[in-house]
C-alpha cells in the first residue's frame, strides 16, 4: 500500500541555522565560569578598601586625643586666696609641680619704686652729650652709689627737638623718657625720666655743655628715688627690686601692690572642683576614642553594616594595649603605686569609663598628692644635696630607682635591673649619667655619694602621650599596616585584570566554537532541502 511521505519528518532534520542565540549562550557559559571568582575577588578588594579607610580613621582618632589630652591644663589643681583681700597684692600659679599647699603670711610690706625725675618747661635744646649712669642715688645726688657691674649710656644730641632728644633718652636700656603736658589750658611741658624699680636702678644724669639736662643741682622740679621691695614672709625678711616676686614661694608668683604694714596672707589649697572637671574632660576624651575602636570593629549580625576593621588583628591589639595602659599602675611618684581609678577613673560593665565619685573623693580626703600625678612630671631624690633631671621621651623610664655607691649604678626597682652611670666635674659639681639614656643627668655635690633613692614620675598625661605616640610611631606598625592594605589592594586589582582578561579569552573562544557549530548546521540545512524536492518527487510519480 502506497502512502505520501509527510515532510515533518524532513523539517526534524533541521531548520535554517540552529535557531539558538548564541552570543547569549556563550554570555552564560563565561559567566558561570567568571562570576563567581570574580565576585570573590571583588568583595575582598572592598574589604581591604574599607580597611584601609578604618585604619585612617584609627590614625585620626589617635592623633585627636592625643591633642586634647596634651592640652589638659594644670594650672587650675590649686587655688590661691587672699586676706583681707587683693587689693593689696596678687598672685599667679605658674608651676604646678613646685607649687604646695599651705599659707603664706606677709607683714611690713613696702613696694619696689623707681626713682623719677621732672624737669618742668624745658623747651631749649643745646647740642650736647649727656650721660647716664645706674646706680643708687638720692636727691641731687646725694649718696651716689654706682651699680656693680658699671651701667651707663651716651646720648648724643646734635640739632635736636624737644621731642627726639627725648626719644633718644627713651631708647636708652632700663630708662622710660616721655614728654607731659602740665596742664590741658597750658603749652608748657615737662620731661620725665623713669627708671627700673629697685634701689640699684636709678640713675644719675650729666652733660658736657653746663646745661640743665642734669640730675643734680636741684634741676629737677620732682624727684622720687628707686627703692627696693622689703617685706617679712612667714617672719623672715626679704628685699627685692620687682614688685613681682617669683623666686621665693615655689610655683608662685606674688605682685606687690601696695605698701602696707598689717599682716596679709596668700593661702594655696588644692581645688576638688578643678580637680573633678580635669578627671571628667579625661574620661570624655579617652571615652571618644574608645567608641571609636568599638565602632570600627562593630560586627552587625542582623545586617551588612559591620566596622570598617572587623575582625582586624591591627584593631584588636590596639584595643587590649588600651585596656592595659588603663590598668597599669603610675609609677616614679613614691613608694606606693598610683593607678587611674584613684582619680576616680573606672571602666563600667560596658567597657566605657566612667566617673566614681566615691573613689575620687577618698583619695582627695586621705591622699590629696596623688593628683600631682594627673599632669605633672616629677623627677626628685632623697638626698637633699643630688638634684636629678629626667626628660620624658629620653630620660629614665619611670619608677623608683636606687643610686648604689659600691658599684656606682642605679637599680631599678621595676626591673630588678642595674644601670652603669658615668660621672665628670670637680670640686663640689659633679654630673652623673646613665649610659644608656641621655636624657637623665644627675647634679651632686659629692663624686660617689652613699646609697640614695631616686624617682622618675611620668604623669597620667606624659604616660597616655607616650602611648599614642608609641601607636603612632614605626614600631606601633599603624602606618606598615596601611602599607600592607595598600600591596593587598593591588595585588587585588592585578588579580581582577588577570580575571578581566580571561574573562575575554573564554569569550572568544565560545564564541569561535560555537560559530564553527552553526556553519556546520547550515551545512546540514542544504542536504535536507535535496531531500525534500525528492520525497515531492516521489509523492507525484
Known amino acids: 500500500m502506497s502512502q505520501t511521505i509527510s515532510n515533518d519528518y524532513v523539517s526534524m532534520i533541521n531548520k535554517r541555522g540552529s535557531g539558538y542565540d548564541i552570543p547569549e549562550i556563550v554570555d552564560a557559559i563565561v559567566a558561570a565560569e567568571i562570576e563567581p571568582v570574580k565576585e570573590i575577588v571583588t568583595a575582598q578588594k572592598e574589604q581591604v578598601g574599607a580597611s584601609i579607610s578604618g585604619m585612617s580613621v584609627l590614625k585620626s582618632s589617635m592623633l585627636a586625643t592625643q591633642t586634647l589630652v596634651n592640652s589638659m591644663s594644670s594650672g587650675s589643681l590649686f587655688t590661691s586666696n ?18 604646695k599647699e599651705g599659707s603664706n603670711l606677709f607683714e611690713n610690706v ?159 589649697t588644692k581645688s576638688s572642683e578643678s580637680i573633678q572637671k580635669i578627671v571628667e574632660t579625661l574620661i570624655a576624651d579617652l571615652n571618644a576614642y574608645k567608641s571609636d575602636l568599638n565602632t570600627l570593629g562593630f560586627i552587625d549580625e542582623a545586617g551588612d553594616e559591620d566596622g570598617e576593621l572587623v575582625n582586624s588583628s591591627f584593631l584588636r591589639i590596639a584595643k587590649r594595649r588600651f585596656a592595659r595602659l588603663m590598668t597599669e599602675p603610675i609609677t616614679g611618684f613614691g613608694d606606693t603605686n598610683i593607678y587611674f581609678v584613684d582619680f576616680g577613673i573606672k571602666t563600667g560593665k560596658d567597657g566605657s569609663l566612667l566617673f566614681d565619685q566615691k573613689s575620687f573623693n577618698r583619695t582627695y580626703s586621705n591622699t590629696p598628692e596623688k593628683f600631682d600625678a594627673l599632669t605633672q612630671d616629677k623627677v626628685y631624690s632623697s638626698d637633699p644635696l643630688s638634684t636629678p633631671t629626667s626628660l620624658p621621651d629620653s630620660g629614665l623610664p619611670p619608677g623608683k630607682y636606687e643610686y648604689r655607691q659600691s658599684s656606682e649604678t642605679l637599680f631599678s626597682f621595676n626591673t630588678s635591673q642595674s644601670l652603669a652611670t658615668s660621672v665628670s666635674g670637680s670640686g663640689t659639681d659633679y654630673r652623673r649619667s646613665a649610659d644608656e639614656y641621655i636624657g637623665f643627668l644627675l647634679n651632686t655635690y659629692h663624686s660617689n655619694p652613699t646609697d640614695y633613692d631616686i624617682y622618675v614620675g611620668h604623669s597620667a598625661k606624659t604616660k597616655i602621650n607616650n602611648f599614642f605616640a608609641d601607636a603612632l610611631s614605626d614600631s606601633g606598625n599603624l602606618d606598615a599596616t596601611v602599607d600592607f592594605y595598600k600591596d593587598r589592594d593591588l595585588s587585588l586589582d592585578a588579580r581582577l585584570t588577570k580575571i578581566d582578561k580571561r574573562e575575554a579569552l573564554l569569550q572568544a573562544q565560545y564564541t569561535k566554537r560555537f560559530a564553527a557549530m552553526e556553519k556546520v548546521v547550515n551545512a546540514s540545512t542544504s542536504s535536507a532541502e535535496y531531500v525534500t524536492q525528492l520525497v515531492d518527487g516521489w509523492n507525484k510519480s
Open 110 to 268: 613696702v613696694i619696689a619704686k623707681p626713682q623719677i625725675w621732672r624737669a618742668d618747661g624745658e623747651t631749649a635744646i643745646a647740642d650736647q652729650t649727656i650721660t647716664i649712669e645706674f646706680g643708687n642715688n638720692g636727691a641731687n645726688d646725694g649718696g651716689w652709689t654706682p651699680s656693680s657691674p658699671v651701667r651707663s649710656a651716651d646720648v648724643v644730641l646734635s640739632g635736636d627737638t624737644l621731642v627726639s632728644a627725648v626719644a633718644k633718652l627713651n631708647n636708652v636700656t632700663g630708662l622710660t623718657a616721655e614728654i607731659v603736658q602740665l596742664d590741658s589750658n597750658s603749652s608748657e611741658y615737662s620731661v620725665v625720666l623713669t627708671s627700673e624699680t629697685g634701689a640699684k636702678n636709678g640713675f644719675k644724669m650729666t652733660n658736657n655743655a653746663g646745661t640743665l639736662w642734669k640730675t643734680d643741682n636741684g634741676t629737677g622740679d620732682f624727684f622720687q628715688q628707686s627703692l627696693d621691695a622689703t617685706f617679712d614672709l612667714n617672719g623672715q625678711s626679704y628685699s627685692r627690686s620687682s614688685n613681682n616676686i617669683t623666686d621665693i614661694i615655689p610655683g608662685l608668683q606674688v605682685e606687690l601692690l601696695s605698701s602696707r604694714t598689717d599682716e596679709q596672707s596668700i593661702t594655696v
Open 82 to 99: 587672699h586676706s583681707p583681700n587683693s587689693n593689696y597684692m596678687r598672685s599667679t600659679i605658674v608651676d604646678q609641680a613646685s607649687l
